[in-house]
């Protein structure tokens, strides 16, 4: 049995969960609306403010679709409740970020800047450096986790860090390893 699988997903109060015959469950709360289609021979049920998943056979697919589904709905629950945020860094002499309007303007040592407009449900937030070099805080957030990821993941495939000095965009808890860069000439 999955022990993921297995356990069952408490719903807060103000979670509205709809599920249709054809595993299409629809998930609402205050911070918006989510829909997602299940695979058909997934059993998911709601009882007492809990939902539960189960399947119908110890299958190589049943097992491997268990533990995803309830991790799907899990993170569904959350992004409506909570919502979901990447944070990342932007490190690097003249990198800068700010937003217009909706639109993130980032200028990450381009002969332009780089105009990013959001999806929807999706925001950005810049917050502000606590001295000159330190790295620019930049925040995306959402109620849908895997389409906050992907958004993270196109910022900070626009400047990777670099090894030598670490220049670029990075996630807030990723490490660079840093190289040593040039030996000096020996006489």
């Not at 595993?23 to 939902?51: A, C």
């Not at 945020?85 to 980032?106: D, K, M, S």
């Not at 959402?142 to 196109?154: C, L, R, T, Y």
């Amino acid at each position: 049995m999955s022990r993921i699988g297995k356990k069952p997903i408490t719903l807060p109060k103000g979670i509205q969960v709809d599920i249709s015959k054809e595993n299409l469950v629809v998930v609402t709360g205050p911070k918006g609306s989510l829909t997602q289609q299940f695979h058909s021979d997934i059993i998911i049920t709601q009882e007492n403010g809990t939902l539960t998943v189960q399947r119908p056979s110890d299958g190589k697919l049943h097992k491997s679709l268990h533990g995803l589904t309830r991790t799907l709905l899990s993170n569904m629950v959350v992004g409506v409740t909570d919502g979901w945020q990447r944070a990342l860094e932007i490190n690097g002499v003249g990198y800068r970020a700010q937003l217009e309007g909706r639109t993130l303007v980032l200028q990450l040592g381009f002969s332009h800047p780089v105009r990013l407009d959001p999806p929807q449900d999706v925001q950005y937030a810049v917050g502000e450096r606590k001295s000159a070099s330190d790295p620019l805080p930049l925040f995306v957030r959402g109620i849908d986790k895997q389409v906050v990821g992907e958004e993270a993941a196109k910022i900070r495939g626009l400047r990777p860090p670099e090894p030598y000095k670490g220049k670029g965009v990075k996630y807030l808890e990723e490490k660079v390893r840093r190289k040593a860069g040039k030996a000096g000439k020996a006489k």
